[in-house]
């Protein structure tokens, strides 16, 4: 049994993301509710900060330096990007996943089960839900043939997405047409794309691209008369159609209790990466309507939240 972390002070615990801390503040706001249900009052007993680089991928490194040089206690990450970053400054500071697509894929940790490294946490990887967004879009839209996909390959995880979409999408009679998104400005020229190739509907996955440009996506969609499925309700909840996808909220609050074991003597290689537990699937009737698009009823019946 490891013995807990001795500190002087309150022990510092900062988390580290890619966009911004208005567009994460629920997740963040889920974190600081999982500590207070293990005992942890900010200012007291925790020292809890934020890194945000709000959108620009090149600050996380320094950001990442400068953690290691203070020498915070946990550095918690709120994407597999970040981690990257993380991952590079330090192999000794326990690092904290939030989310990761494919923790194992992205060379992380070892196993789910035994990290084996400085890092642990809470991991998205379901190869059932490529396959579960594509059989919502074909219920909505039977004559569902060509689907655009939208992320980027710099995202950990992205190819392993991409591999899981092509292996089932024949079974749905489906195309798939991956469209890059390195930077903002490729958001505009991607719906064009889509739009000239006759895709039938859009397909958002996680990157900081995305994840920092949600109005601009979904009012794209709109604009182009596309059904989109994004992977958490944050995005239909700023306008889009539907989403389905983990919980990250349950997510990052669950994240707090990898900071608990960790303050108390556990090793971050020793911590098994938990998968998500929560799936929901939102609808927006609104942006439906927009769009001319009638949701069949069997899917409303399913969904956890319906916007009208």
Known sequence: ????????????????????????????????????????????????????????????????TELVRLKVDILVSAGPTVTRALSEATSTIPIVMGFDDDPVG?????????????ITGLSTLSPELSGKQLELLKEILP?????????STVHPGTTQTLKEMQSISAAFG????????????????????????????????????????????????????????????????????????????????????????????AKAADLPVEQARKFELTVNLKAAKEIGLSIPVNVLARADRVIR
Request: glycine content about 8%.
């Open 1 to 64: 049994m490891y013995g807990a972390i001795v500190h002087a002070q309150a022990p510092q615990v900062t988390l580290v993301g890619g966009g911004s801390a208005s567009a994460n503040a629920a997740r963040v706001g889920a974190f600081r509710q999982g500590l207070r249900e293990l005992g942890y009052s900010e200012g007291k007993n925790i020292s809890f900060e934020q890194r945000w680089a709000n959108g620009k991928v090149d600050r996380l490194a320094a950001f990442a």
């Open 106 to 118: 992205s060379g992380f940790v070892a196993s789910l089960s035994r990290p084996g490294r400085n």
């Open 143 to 151: 004559k569902l043939s060509r689907v655009a996909v939208l992320g």
């Open 174 to 265: 489906v195309q798939i047409q991956y469209i890059e998104l390195k930077t903002p400005k490729d958001i505009d020229p991607a719906f064009s794309t889509a739009h000239k190739s006759a895709a039938d509907a859009v397909v958002v996955l996680t990157s900081v691209v995305t994840n920092t440009n949600k109005n601009t996506i979904v009012e794209l969609a709109a604009r182009n008369r596309l059904p989109a499925i994004y992977y958490t309700d944050e995005w239909v909840q700023t306008g889009g159609l539907l989403s389905y996808g983990a919980n990250f909220n349950d997510l990052f609050r669950r994240a707090a209790t990898y900071v608990d074991k960790i303050l108390k003597g």
